[in-house]
């Protein structure tokens, strides 16, 4: 599965027709740093979710000055940061309004405030002056309630080291960084996180390090449709999906001379082919100890796969009994059955919540005698959710669970959120929404 590709919109790297277009796509403002900027402090070690690079966005947990907790996505291919809506009661007088560009969703009408502080940790980070808001209910992954997206203006100050196996990120001083043993080195472009490498066959290929694209990456559509020739892949992900959004996952590809295999890569949008957009994403990185000194322009990869992590979905699927991919006919009293067997997994606690609260007409636009059903999504944490359950050092856990009524085509979906382990479930958001996912409703919360 791949995550949406946002705001492609590093004007040095476009042809000047479109640069007038494109820097309407990034609000964020922010200082390259140079050697005589001050150093930012440095966040203590910080873990992300089981999920990442394993089919999953990267998240992050920050806080606001007031201490409220956020969920937010790393992504190196957004320029700026952005910060869903609901919080712009929070962020004072609203400054401007402008488009966005996401590649796979096409524009979409932002609006611009002052930068509030953002805290990893007890760190502040640094980050532009500016920051955008927008509906992020639309551009996240089923289950996760994303509430930012954590861009190029902040990651710009720091030098990172991911490690997947850990799901650890170590921020480390990039004047003292000792690169011997961190892997090959590949120059980063000035500008934008982009490198050259040798990618599918063509040498020096201009490749954007996105990860914020959950997959293996994207290819140009000629060099996509060229490698669909070559290769036989092993299957096409997302059935129904537009053809631009389609997964596929091609045997083996060469990255800067070396071969990968089971590569699930998707064809960029017409404009990005057009552009000549390469990306490598998260679960590609994944393969990798990742060390990225953004201050001194260097991105050095370690391998440690050749092919990518274990998800956890197919030995969670074949404790369920799925057959070739598809799921037993009692699947539901399969779930219910893992889940008294551990029922410390919060996606099944909290639909659990949520039909209580249906049963005691508490729930935002159902009455009590309407029919559905609660649908839960499968992805790579709910997996390891479910089989290894939840930690103390989880808390705060936050949910979106989707409900159907018989009979409608809309979904009401809902996010809750539990202090600790000892804490009772909270309604937070609740919204109805059209199948494309438009929010056609919010429900006030009482």
């Known amino acids: 599965m791949h995550n949406v590709k946002r705001r492609a919109s590093w004007a040095g790297l476009f042809s000047p027709a479109l640069l007038s277009l494109l820097f309407l796509c990034s609000c964020a403002t922010t200082a390259p740093q140079t050697d005589s900027s001050p150093a930012p402090a440095l966040p203590a070690d910080t873990t992300f979710n089981k999920g990442a690079g394993r089919g999953n966005p990267l998240y992050v947990t920050l806080r606001l000055e007031s201490g409220e907790r956020l969920l937010f996505d790393l992504d190196t291919g957004s320029p700026g940061t952005i910060l869903d809506k609901s919080l712009e009661p929070k962020l004072g007088k609203r400054l401007s309004s402008t488009f966005g560009l996401y590649g796979y969703y096409g524009l979409s009408w932002e609006h611009v405030y002052q930068a509030p502080a953002l805290y990893l940790g007890a760190t502040k980070l640094v980050t532009g002056d500016r920051i955008g808001t927008d509906d992020l209910r639309t551009k996240s992954e089923a289950g996760h309630p994303l509430m930012g997206i954590l861009g190029m203006d902040c990651l710009n100050h720091y030098c990172l080291q991911f490690d997947f196996e850990a799901r650890t990120i170590h921020f480390l001083d990039p004047d003292q960084l000792i690169t011997q043993g961190l892997g090959k080195a590949f120059p980063l472009a000035p500008d934008a996180p982009w490198i050259h490498a040798d990618f599918f066959g063509t040498k020096g290929a201009s490749i954007c390090i996105d990860t914020g694209d959950s997959s293996d990456g994207a290819l140009t559509s000629g060099l996509f449709n060229q490698e669909l020739q070559k290769q036989k892949p092993l299957l096409h992900a997302q059935p129904g999906a537009a053809e631009d959004q389609s997964l596929v996952c091609f045997p083996e590809g060469e990255f800067g001379e070396e071969t990968y295999t089971n590569l699930s890569l998707h064809k960029s949008p017409l404009l990005l082919s057009l552009l000549g957009l390469r990306t490598i994403g998260l679960q590609f990185l994944a393969r990798h100890?990742?060390?990225?000194?953004?201050?001194?322009?260097?991105?050095?990869?370690?391998?440690?796969?050749?092919?990518?992590?274990?998800?956890?979905?197919?030995?969670?699927?074949?404790?369920?009994?799925?057959?070739?991919?598809?799921?037993?006919?009692?699947?539901?009293?399969?779930?219910?059955?893992?889940?008294?067997?551990?029922?410390?997994?919060?996606?099944?606690?909290?639909?659990?919540?949520?039909?209580?609260?249906?049963?005691?007409?508490?729930?935002?636009?159902?009455?009590?005698?309407?029919?559905?059903?609660?649908?839960?999504?499968?992805?790579?944490?709910?997996?390891?959710?479910?089989?290894?359950?939840?930690?103390?050092?989880?808390?705060?856990?936050?949910?979106?669970?989707?409900?159907?009524?018989?009979?409608?085509?809309?979904?009401?979906?809902?996010?809750?959120?539990?202090?600790?382990?000892?804490?009772?479930?909270?309604?937070?958001?609740?919204?109805?929404?059209?199948?494309?996912?438009?929010?056609?409703?919010?429900?006030?919360?009482?």
């Not at 939840?390 to 409608?408: I, M, N, Q, S």
């Open 289 to 446: 100890l990742v060390t990225v000194n953004f201050p001194k322009r260097m991105l050095y990869l370690q391998r440690r796969s050749v092919g990518p992590l274990p998800d956890g979905m197919d030995a969670l699927k074949e404790s369920l009994g799925f057959v070739n991919g598809k799921p037993p006919n009692d699947l539901e009293a399969r779930l219910a059955a893992l889940f008294k067997q551990n029922p410390k997994g919060a996606v099944l606690d909290a639909a659990e919540f949520l039909k209580n609260l249906k049963k005691n007409g508490g729930l935002p636009g159902w009455r009590k005698d309407e029919v559905g059903e609660v649908k839960l999504g499968f992805d790579p944490d709910w997996a390891f959710e479910l089989q290894q359950g939840t930690k103390p050092e989880d808390y705060p856990l936050a949910r979106t669970v989707a409900v159907f009524k018989k009979g409608d085509p809309a979904g009401y979906s809902y996010t809750v959120i539990k202090a600790s382990p000892d804490s009772p479930w909270q309604l937070q958001r609740a919204w109805k929404a059209a199948p494309n996912g438009h929010v056609l409703k919010d429900y006030p919360i009482h």
